[in-house]
C-alpha cells in the first residue's frame, strides 16, 4: 500500500517529530517532566495520526527503526532540559521481542546524549508481557539494570494486570484515561481509580493518573493520593519548540 510504502521512506530518513506532554506533581503542580509522543507529518496528507501509522509499523517491523528514532531523539532533547526533567518514551512489543537490540539501543541513546540515565522512563504496555513473559521480564530487568525507569501504561486496559504488577519490576503505573474520564459521573469509575491508587501504593510505584481534563479530577485525584497526572488541563502534547518556550527549557 502507499502508505506502507511513504512509512518505510520516512523510517529510513527518521522524517518524524515528536510532540511532548507535561506531567505534572499533583501535589503542588511542579512540572516533573514530558512524555514524548511520535508524530508523522506526510508531504500530501498533512499530518498522519499515530493510531493510523503505529499498527502498520507494528506490522510490517518499521518500528524497530522508528523507535529507535524515537529513543534517540527523545534523549538527546531531554538532555538539554533543566535536571530533575524526564523524559518518558513509549516501548512497542515488537521492539522488546528483540530484546538484547533493545538493551544496546537504550544503553546507546543514553550515553550518545549523556542523559542521565535516571531521567529516562519506558512505558509499556501488557501487550508487551503477553507473549513470551520470561523473555519481557529479563528485557525488563537489564532496562532496569542501566537505571531507567519502567511504567505500565493504560493501565486497566487490558487482562492479567495484576499478575504482571507482581511479577515484573515496575516503578510507575498509569492509570488509563477511560477511568479518569468516568471518575465525575460514574461512582464505580471513581472506586477503581481509588483502588488503583491505593494498590500502586502499596507496591511502592509512582500512580500516574492519564487523561487529566477538568480541576475537578485533579482534586479527586489528589485526594486518592495519587502522585502525577497527565491530561488536557495540564498540557497537550507540543512540539519542542513550543514546549521549550512555555516551560522556559532553555536551548
Ligand atoms: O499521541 P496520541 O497523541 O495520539 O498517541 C496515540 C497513541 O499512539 C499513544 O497512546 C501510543 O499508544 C501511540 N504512540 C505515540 N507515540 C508512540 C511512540 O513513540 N511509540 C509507540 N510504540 N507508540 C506511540
Ligand atoms: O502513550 P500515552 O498513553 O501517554 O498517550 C497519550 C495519548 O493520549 C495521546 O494520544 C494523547 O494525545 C492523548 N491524551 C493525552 N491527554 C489527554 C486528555 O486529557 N484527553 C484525551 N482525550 N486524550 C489525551
Ligand atoms: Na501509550
Not at 515488537?94 to 531521567?119: E, I, K, M, W
Amino acid at each position: 500500500r502507499r502508505l506502507t510504502q511513504d512509512l518505510r521512506t520516512a523510517a529510513a530518513e527518521g522524517d518524524f517529530q515528536l510532540a511532548y506532554q507535561p506531567l505534572h506533581r499533583l501535589a503542588d503542580g511542579a512540572l516533573v517532566g514530558f512524555k514524548a509522543l511520535l508524530r508523522w507529518q506526510h508531504a500530501e496528507r498533512g499530518p498522519v495520526p499515530p493510531d493510523a501509522f503505529i499498527p502498520i509499523a507494528e506490522e510490517t517491523g518499521l518500528i524497530v527503526p522508528i523507535g529507535a528514532w524515537v529513543l534517540r531523539r527523545a534523549c538527546a532533547e531531554a538532555s538539554g532540559w533543566p535536571d530533575g526533567l524526564r523524559v518518558a518514551v513509549n516501548l512497542s512489543p515488537v521492539q522488546s521481542r528483540r530484546g538484547a537490540d533493545l538493551v544496546a539501543l537504550v544503553r546507546d541513546a543514553l550515553a550518545v546524549s549523556g542523559l542521565p540515565p535516571d531521567r529516562l522512563e519506558l512505558e509499556i504496555t501488557e501487550g508487551l508481557l503477553l507473549h513470551d513473559t520470561d523473555a519481557a521480564l529479563r528485557t525488563l530487568t537489564e532496562l532496569r539494570a542501566l537505571g531507567c525507569s519502567i511504567a505500565m501504561d493504560d493501565f486497566g486496559t487490558g487482562h492479567s494486570s495484576l499478575g504482571y504488577l507482581w511479577r515484573f519490576p515496575f516503578d510507575k503505573l498509569k492509570i488509563d484515561r477511560s477511568f479518569v474520564l468516568g471518575m465525575g459521573e460514574d461512582p464505580k469509575a471513581a472506586a477503581i481509580v481509588c483502588s488503583v491508587v491505593a494498590l500502586g501504593r502499596a507496591l511502592g510505584l509512582i500512580v500516574t493518573a492519564e487523561g487529566v481534563e477538568t480541576a475537578e479530577q485533579v482534586a479527586s485525584l489528589r485526594d486518592a493520593g495519587c502522585a502525577q497526572g497527565q491530561g488536557f488541563l495540564l498540557g497537550r502534547p507540543a512540539p519542542t519548540a513550543a514546549v521549550a518556550a512555555r516551560f522556559a527549557l532553555g536551548a
